[in-house]
């Protein structure tokens, strides 16, 4: 659970070396890994410090700890994820518009684009379950996106009569 994430995160990252000092070489250890990787999602697995630290970072800023504006404004100067399942969602929103300026539309098939099929297919669960963000359900009917895919199919059907 979270509390014990922060927990364990907390009492590592107070260990041995002072704060700021900790801070600024868990700092510099994440510009280098985003100039090797080009991004700053660390795998916690394999890159246990960092990636906890990284970890804490996010957890600070939601208010789980506290982190100065000074650090938020060099981690964003450094393209800093600080929600990585909205930058997730985001990305795969693309790989969707992308689908959309080639087939001319939204309806993935999940057996030809299993990974995007899958997504289209969740993104119409959660509006369906009450589970979507608005902003979300914006950005997708503005590119066409259709909530009910067996419903589009009849109306197509039933045209070509």
């Excluded at 410090?49 to 970890?55: A, D, I």
Aim: aromatic share 14%; glycine share 6%; with cysteine.
């Amino acid at each position: 659970n979270t509390i014990s994430i922060i927990q364990g995160i907390s009492r590592n990252m107070t260990t041995l070396e002072s704060g700021d000092a900790k801070w600024e070489r868990m700092f510099k250890e994440l510009c280098a890994y985003k100039k090797e990787y080009g991004h700053c999602n660390v795998p916690k697995r394999k890159f246990k410090e960092l990636g906890s630290w990284v970890q804490w970072q996010r957890l600070q800023r939601k208010g789980y700890g506290t982190i100065s504006q000074e650090r938020i404004e060099r981690l964003d100067k450094i393209g800093f994820v600080w929600n990585e399942y909205e930058e997730k969602w985001n990305k795969t929103y693309k790989e969707l518009c992308e689908f959309k300026e080639q087939y001319g539309h939204c309806n993935v098939n999940e057996n030809k684009f299993k990974k995007l099929g899958m997504w289209v297919s969740i993104q119409r669960e959660q509006k369906k379950e009450n589970k979507m963000p608005k902003h979300r359900m914006d950005r997708l009917e503005e590119i066409g996106f259709v909530w009910d895919s067996g419903e589009k199919k009849w109306e197509k059907r039933y045209m070509q009569l």
